[in-house]
């Protein structure tokens, strides 16, 4: 085998395995720096021609992704790189095409303002010229965009060749040229996009086929970013209507699930007046894939919206909440609760706290969920006056059959317990559905309580830790339930101590403590090593602290060797 790196790129090159020739093209990059520029453009490239007609795709996209390291190594010469690119950007398969405009455009990040416009706009202009090939068209498309601010004088060339493109007779060329509209409008005038641009995107909304509709969609987004709202009352708002009347249902979808961004972009008066009448229309959609997105989108679209047109909203959602397909409900659920945050608190709690507390009692699990986590959202806003309706469906829904309706919930009531910050109400409405995390059967749910203790006992305080709940902790062991539920309960026990004085750890945990260290679960008594270990810490009695060591290395001897081990590490540290 030759020592030239050349001579060796060749050889690897006649293997007849695909994957070995990929390896060796993504070894290129090294044999071009050992080449040298003056060897690349004479021996390197002419060879790469070679192969364009007799190599596989796989090896052909390496090629058009290798071109542009190479372009990087010699970013003064680059522009030697364009014939091989224009070629590759016209073969069928889309990857090569793609990575070869990719390629093309780092070439251009080494060119002039004056080399693209004498070099790559011909370039592109004869891409987009070539009747023979679609492809070489899509690429150029492809091209304008990013090079089209660079262009200089030719700029015309391209908005006209650009605008040719639309009618095109190939549905590929005009889907490609649907998806790049609204990106080369963001580097061009104003006024090109509103002479140029919104006829042809007008022609292409009313395309014969769905899919270059469909595209049209983010162009429509995107164009519409870039007018006033006089303007886009003019162009883009008929545009929007005709589209959400589409025969194709794609269509409506592709629209639902820009339409917030949408009503972003063409601001709050023209959503006031306009909008709200066209989305209640995608929420009622035949199609259920079209709510189910359209609902996703009211989320959003609400924020966009003056709180005065909201109620045009609220008899939609006593549909949607009926919905007969549930991921239409699920969404709905998380709408009435956001909706709740921006509505008179009157107005939320008669006309839509029914929904809810309906969605909570839903056959579905996912819809019982999020209703849930919507309860906490929507109680939160109208005030604890709300917690009277909701506290007994979140109790219902902590003992329902599905586990993740109980995190959900429980997540709910801790969040409603932050928020509201009332002891009174808490210790009323919330505590007794929170301290139900102690006897969950689901390690989830307990988790999910535990975490979130710390939390609870700085809001509440002490009193409420060692008080009501230390009492539930003491049931929950002191009851012949499962193993399970009692570790919960020393963990709990655990996460007081961590916020409580050494008297109190001393006094109120420690007995409890104490006795669990002689249960006969193993489990049970390792556990208990545990938190004894960490109320030593706490507590400052010598005499306490000597009955703690005692007792854990009582448990040296035990029959079990997991709580042998925990008693010996416990007594080491």
């Not at 592709?254 to 601001?267: C, M, Q, R, T």
């Not at 809810?356 to 005030?383: E, H």
């Not at 706490?538 to 029959?559: F, G, R, S, V, Y």
Request: hydrophobic share 45%; charged share 25%.
């Amino acid at each position: 085998m030759s020592e030239n790196p050349f001579e060796v790129l060749k050889e690897d090159m006649e293997n007849e395995e695909v994957y070995l020739k990929v390896n060796a093209m993504h070894r290129v990059k090294v044999v071009a720096t050992l080449l040298g520029s003056d060897k690349i453009k004479s021996q390197l490239i002419p060879y790469f021609e070679t192969l364009l007609k007799k190599e596989d795709d796989e090896v052909l996209f390496a090629l058009a992704e290798e071109l542009g390291n190479i372009a990087q190594i010699i970013p003064n010469q680059s522009s030697c790189l364009l014939t091989l690119l224009e070629q590759l950007a016209g073969f069928d398969e889309t990857v090569v095409r793609e990575q070869a405009v990719r390629s093309i455009t780092i070439v251009c990040g080494f060119l002039a303002d004056n080399e693209i416009a004498n070099t790559i706009v011909p370039m592109i202009i004869r891409l987009a010229s070539n009747d023979s090939n679609f492809t070489c068209r899509v690429s150029a498309v492809s091209l304008m965009c990013p090079l089209y601010a660079r262009a200089g004088n030719q700029k015309e060339k391209i908005r006209q060749k650009f605008t040719e493109l639309c009618s095109e007779e190939t549905p590929m060329v005009r889907r490609a040229v649907a998806t790049k509209i609204g990106e080369i409008a963001q580097f061009m005038d104003k006024i090109h996009v509103i002479q140029d641009l919104i006829p042809v995107l007008k022609q292409l909304c009313q395309d014969e086929q769905d899919q270059v509709r469909l595209l049209c969609m983010e162009s429509l987004m995107n164009i519409a970013k870039i007018l006033n709202s006089g303007e886009n009352k003019t162009n883009i708002l008929p545009l929007i209507i005709q589209s959400a009347e589409d025969k194709s249902w794609r269509v409506r979808l592709a629209l639902s699930k820009i339409f917030a961004d949408l009503a972003e972009a063409v601001g709050k008066e023209i959503a006031d007046s306009s909008l709200i009448q066209i989305f209640s229309n995608l929420l009622k959609d035949t199609e259920c894939d079209v709510r189910v997105i359209a609902v996703k989108s009211l989320a959003r679209f609400i924020k966009f919206v003056s709180p005065e047109k909201l109620n045009l909203i609220v008899p939609l959602l006593q549909l949607l909440s009926k919905d007969p397909f549930s991921q239409v409900k699920q969404n709905a659920c998380e709408v009435i609760g956001q909706i709740a945050t921006l509505l008179p608190k009157e107005y939320s709690q008669s006309k839509l706290q029914q929904y809810l507390i309906d969605l909570m009692a839903d056959d579905n699990q996912d819809v019982r969920r999020n209703a849930a986590k919507s309860a906490g959202q929507f109680a939160a806003a109208i005030g604890p006056e709300a917690l009277n309706q909701f506290v007994p469906f979140l109790k219902k829904c902590m003992d329902d059959p599905k586990w993740r309706v109980r995190k959900e919930t429980m997540q709910t009531i801790i969040q409603l317990a932050l928020t509201v910050k009332n002891p009174d109400v808490f210790n009323k409405q919330l505590e007794s559905v929170f301290v139900m995390f102690l006897k969950d059967r689901a390690a989830e749910v307990r988790s999910m309580g535990l975490s979130q203790l710390p939390a609870l006992i700085a809001t509440y305080k002490q009193e409420w830790a060692v008080g009501n709940f230390l009492s539930k902790c003491v049931e929950t062991l002191s009851k012949d339930v499962g193993s399970l539920y009692r570790i919960n309960a020393l963990y709990a026990i655990q996460q007081i101590s961590f916020a409580v004085d050494g008297p109190v750890a001393q006094d109120r945990l420690w007995p409890i403590v104490q006795k669990c260290l002689k249960d006969t679960v193993p489990n049970i008594r390792f556990v208990s090593i545990r938190v004894a270990k960490s109320l030593s810490k706490k507590i400052d009695n010598q005499q306490t602290l000597n009955q703690i060591k005692q007792a854990i290395n009582e448990l040296i001897e035990d029959p079990d060797r997991d709580v042998k081990f925990y008693a010996q590490e416990a007594l080491q540290n």
